[in-house]
């Protein structure tokens, strides 16, 4: 096992009804911004419970926090939240509203260009911010990570700042999500395990076994939120394992990789597809590309996640691939760049970035242009 | 799934050579006190790398924090506490010195007896506290409970606190333990997740593989421990285990239990018995005698943790039972009262105790006096 630190101080508010709690958790002292996405929390009721929360005290909205949040959308609710004196946030939404309201919160702090603090990577200061979850799928509610975007340039960082103070997570809200959102949330929460997972065997046996607890609960209830997507308990479990996904708590002692997510973002920001959706296509061409380096811990996911084990090794590695495509074809996902048409002109473009950036991802940091160039060939 | 809240702010400092650290992590300007059991971290290093880590600023010691810490000498270390001025505690030790300190943490904001803050349950005001951890089992350096215990009545109580700002867990420290106390320690390591396991079925399929996976670990490592107890990568997983089964992570949305624990503190009250070993003796008959009511998991427990799928349910339920007792023997300890020579007048003694207080423990809140009877009988 590595030596490694563990702080998550994230509340999590969780189940039905929680929303009426929000006005008690935000300090009387503070002058509130809310930050929104498009209109659907006005359609599915989740705004009017906000606003009930809150009667009684004064608050700034700001509304059209897009997916893949932009630099230049969230440079006018930093402007709107300094002229209002906004000490506190709450973002309404999925991950992208939150990952927007994180940068919000440290650019609210200083006179900088909120783009050179997501070059930066990092902000020490931020506001305080809470979340009302209505999608789920990055994690985003209990880490203090964040992904931004920049149009004009179509580029996308990692980003980090606080963690939410709380965040209010009721299970209903995810009732009324389009079937394609949560294929890509499930596909989101799945690839996110495997890039903490899929990586040195032997490192942590009960970090194994917990990562595997998400990925088992994931194919559990994948085919019965198709079936009913109102299922109170089946929606609880989709929400719980996404949290616990990304949170910290999978990661204790054991090595990360992360390579498919970097490329993931690249096709994003060239393309606009869905962050899961991108991971759903990507991670099958880095499971091949690096099968010899991720041997031991793909036999055991074979074994233990697919009950594969018999056969010869490489054809037990090739079957879990295989079934990991399934799954992600079982939700609707597609599986290949040439399904999305995407060919030779992104896989350049992408291996012209890593290598002028000189980037080298993934748990053996040898995922750069040319590799990346391999594994997105192996996903055409 | 049912709503729940979850806050655990404790920083895990995890790893080889962790307590070097621990200078960096108490603020300058506060007057630390370190608190201590007897002296076998003195033979053993650890006070040595502490006291490494502290060069260049002073600090109070107060020793002899006892296995079972009692009010009688929690009192002393309290009056040490105030007369110095003391606003930040650090236990150096494993549960007993961390609970003991948790109250000591309390009482230092007040003038009232701290049995009555034990008697009243929990401590709204405490200065803060951290722990460098030497033994793995209570996981009190992650939650915010202790047990106290008052010699002079032989009462022991539950009493919640803060959660620790820091723990710092070197799993090196763990090399000179004696057997019986890691045995002891893997015991309540397992028995504090079967009281978060062992209830309603279906509540959350993923805190039940969460739950498992520790049961899988504890299971795993156990034998290993006994061939080497300094091989590095074991001691980590037992010292990760331990803390992870009792830090709220493995209970979000599930039912709890705790009967088990809450006869078994009587045991140690009226015997001076270890924890751990009074709780490998207790499981078994609490799980005969509700095992109607625990049908449900137990056969789920029993398939995934002991592969018992072939027999008819009572057979595999009472299999099951076993091999959770062959399991505890194989750790060398015991699992009948009569083996400690413990019988009808302690079983009438908790009965009573039971009975006169009202109390109605467990998960349907039917463990009173009776009850708690047919459990303790059966474990004769």
Request: net charge negative; with cysteine.
């Amino acid at each position: 096992m590595q030596n490694f630190t563990y702080r998550n101080p994230t509340e999590l508010v969780f189940g039905r009804g929680t929303i009426a709690r929000l006005g008690k958790l935000i300090p009387a002292d503070k002058r509130v911004m809310l930050t929104f996405g498009g209109g659907s929390v006005r359609r599915n009721g989740v705004y009017d419970q906000v606003a009930r929360a809150l009667e009684g005290r004064e608050w700034v909205e700001f509304w059209g926090i897009e997916a893949n949040p932009s630099v230049e959308t969230l440079r006018e609710a930093i402007a709107l939240g300094k002229q209002e004196g906004v000490d506190f946030l709450v973002a309404v939404g999925g991950g992208s509203v939150i990952d927007g309201t994180k940068l919000i919160a440290a650019a609210l702090l200083t006179d900088e260009d909120p783009w050179d603090l997501v070059l930066r990577g990092r902000a020490e200061r931020t506001v305080p911010l809470a979340t009302v979850l209505t999608m789920a799928a990055t994690g985003s509610e209990m880490n203090s990570g964040a992904v931004i975007s920049r149009y004009e340039t179509r580029e996308k960082y990692a980003f980090y700042g606080d963690y939410p103070r709380f965040s209010i997570l009721d299970p209903e809200c995810l009732y009324s999500l389009p079937a394609r959102q949560i294929a890509c949330g499930l596909a989101d929460t799945f690839v996110h395990v495997l890039e903490q997972y899929m990586t040195t065997p032997g490192q942590s046996r009960l970090m194994d076994r917990w990562a595997e607890g998400i990925l088992h609960t994931v194919i559990e209830i994948a085919p019965k939120i198709r079936e009913n997507p109102r299922d109170y308990d089946t929606m609880s479990e989709y929400m719980l394992s996404a949290t616990l996904a990304l949170n910290d708590m999978i990661r204790m002692g054991v090595t990360q990789d992360w390579a498919t997510h970097m490329i993931g973002h690249e096709l994003t920001a060239l393309h606009g597809l869905t962050h899961g959706a991108t991971l759903a296509i990507v991670i099958g061409g880095t499971l091949r590309v690096l099968r010899d380096q991720k041997r031991g811990k793909l036999l055991q996911y074979a074994a233990r996640i697919w009950g594969l084990t018999d056969g010869a090794e490489e054809e037990r590695i090739e079957r879990a691939i295989v079934r990991t495509e399934e799954f992600f074809r079982s939700l609707g996902l597609k599986t290949r760049l040439s399904e999305e048409g995407i060919g030779e002109e992104t896989i350049s473009e992408i291996e012209r970035r890593f290598t002028a950036a000189d980037d080298r991802f993934g748990e053996a940091q040898n995922v750069d242009g040319a590799m990346a160039r391999r594994i997105l060939e192996a996903c055409l």
